[in-house]
């Protein structure tokens, strides 16, 4: 069990991330594709990414185990470290890793080979990179590169537009409800009983975040549970799995051009696609438009075949949001005027 404990000043200093992390979906990632779990929704990648790895996995291998503890440099706080839309930059967060102090590289990768769940010894290579070896570095960070751009890139639209429309659900519970609304709005992965958030964990665990506050970072291959940093001196932040789509690797294949996009002719379509950049419910875009419901399905069904649009359900209601290829589209259009 892991029980997250909160003062008033915690509080008042909670997040969520704007955008996935992209190293810890490399961490994430990794596990899920060495792994056999949520083959429904993992099944399709792991066949596309397993026959491209190459040898960047064997480095990753030793470095993210199946299970248990990764090395907590690997996943550093990249606040420092956005591009130009507030997301973070994968050079800047590789060269961020690779800036790792010496001592912290040490106590890392040590506890790493102390793990009781580690199935070999950590190869002899893993020791030049724990004395902060230059040439070891270089390896690590081409290995992530390497992995990101085989394994990840492909289908960062996909997956950060269901990351998206995760944020867009926990922007409406905080209007709602607050940051009371926010962490109550997480069950049953997060359960909030203030002022304390619980989670089912593979260790008893308390963190005290001690007025430091904490960032809730979404990621699309958390699986099931969160993910905290094991070091209690480091920014606190916790990983929560987000509600995936089916089918969203063979989705994530480019839109044939032409034939998709000429069935979005229409005014409707347009002012929906507009409309639900913060996220809109099915009843509150009817209400919006003054149309039925069964219309903005079909409105809705389009633009989501498109592309342009992921609809999510969340308890009684279904969430549409805009996806990065509807965004652009949007700004094309606005550019254009």
């Given at each position: 069990?892991?029980?997250?404990?909160?003062?008033?000043?915690?509080?008042?200093?909670?997040?969520?991330?704007?955008?996935?992390?992209?190293?810890?979906?490399?961490?994430n990632s990794f596990q899920a594709l060495i792994g056999e779990d949520a083959p429904l929704l993992f099944g399709e990648w792991r066949r596309?990414?397993?026959?491209?790895?190459?040898?960047?996995?064997?480095?990753?291998?030793?470095?993210?185990?199946?299970?248990?503890?990764?090395?907590?440099?690997?996943?550093?706080?990249?606040?420092?470290?956005?591009?130009?839309?507030?997301?973070?930059?994968?050079?800047?967060?590789?060269?961020?890793?690779?800036?790792?102090?010496?001592?912290?590289?040490?106590?890392?990768?040590?506890?790493?080979?102390?793990?009781?769940?580690?199935?070999?010894?950590?190869?002899?290579?893993?020791?030049?990179?724990?004395?902060?070896?230059?040439?070891?570095?270089?390896?690590?960070?081409?290995?992530?590169?390497?992995?990101?751009?085989?394994?990840?890139?492909?289908?960062?639209?996909?997956?950060?537009?269901?990351?998206?429309?995760?944020?867009?659900?926990?922007?409406?519970?905080?209007?709602?409800?607050?940051?009371?609304?926010?962490?109550?709005?997480?069950?049953?992965?997060?359960?909030?009983?203030?002022?304390?958030?619980?989670?089912?964990?593979?260790?008893?665990?308390?963190?005290?975040?001690?007025?430091?506050?904490?960032?809730?970072?979404?990621?699309?291959?958390?699986?099931?549970?969160?993910?905290?940093?094991?070091?209690?001196?480091?920014?606190?932040?916790?990983?929560?799995?987000?509600?995936?789509?089916?089918?969203?690797?063979?989705?994530?294949?480019?839109?044939?051009?032409?034939?998709?996009?000429?069935?979005?002719?229409?005014?409707?379509?347009?002012?929906?696609?507009?409309?639900?950049?913060?996220?809109?419910?099915?009843?509150?875009?009817?209400?919006?438009?003054?149309?039925?419901?069964?219309?903005?399905?079909?409105?809705?069904?389009?633009?989501?075949?498109?592309?342009?649009?992921?609809?999510?359900?969340?308890?009684?209601?279904?969430?549409?949001?805009?996806?990065?290829?509807?965004?652009a589209l949007l700004d094309g259009a606005q550019t254009s005027v």
């Amino acid at each position: 069990m892991l029980r997250v404990h909160f003062t008033s000043d915690d509080l008042a200093r909670v997040r969520v991330a704007a955008a996935p992390d992209p190293l810890w979906e490399i961490a994430n990632s990794f596990q899920a594709l060495i792994g056999e779990d949520a083959p429904l929704l993992f099944g399709e990648w792991r066949r596309l990414v397993r026959p491209r790895l190459g040898p960047a996995g064997g480095l990753l291998a030793a470095l993210l185990p199946l299970r248990g503890y990764f090395p907590d440099f690997l996943t550093p706080d990249l606040r420092g470290a956005p591009d130009l839309r507030g997301a973070p930059d994968l050079r800047a967060a590789v060269d961020t890793v690779l800036g790792t102090p010496r001592g912290r590289l040490r106590r890392d990768l040590a506890r790493l080979a102390a793990s009781p769940g580690l199935p070999r010894p950590l190869p002899p290579g893993t020791r030049a990179l724990a004395d902060g070896d230059l040439e070891a570095l270089g390896r690590l960070g081409a290995a992530l590169h390497a992995y990101h751009g085989r394994a990840l890139a492909p289908f960062w639209p996909r997956i950060r537009a269901q990351v998206d429309a995760d944020r867009a659900v926990r922007a409406r519970a905080v209007l709602a409800g607050g940051t009371d609304g926010l962490l109550a709005g997480f069950r049953p992965v997060l359960r909030w009983q203030p002022p304390v958030l619980e989670a089912d964990y593979p260790v008893d665990r308390e963190l005290r975040l001690g007025g430091r506050g904490l960032l809730l970072q979404p990621s699309f291959f958390c699986l099931r549970r969160p993910i905290t940093l094991a070091a209690e001196d480091l920014t606190p932040v916790l990983v929560y799995p987000i509600q995936h789509t089916l089918g969203w690797a063979r989705e994530s294949a480019p839109p044939e051009s032409g034939t998709r996009l000429g069935a979005l002719i229409g005014r409707t379509r347009a002012a929906i696609l507009e409309d639900v950049v913060t996220g809109r419910t099915t009843g509150e875009l009817a209400e919006r438009f003054g149309i039925s419901g069964a219309a903005v399905s079909q409105h809705t069904a389009v633009l989501r075949r498109a592309g342009l649009l992921l609809s999510m359900r969340r308890s009684k209601n279904v969430v549409h949001t805009i996806t990065p290829a509807g965004r652009a589209l949007l700004d094309g259009a606005q550019t254009s005027v």
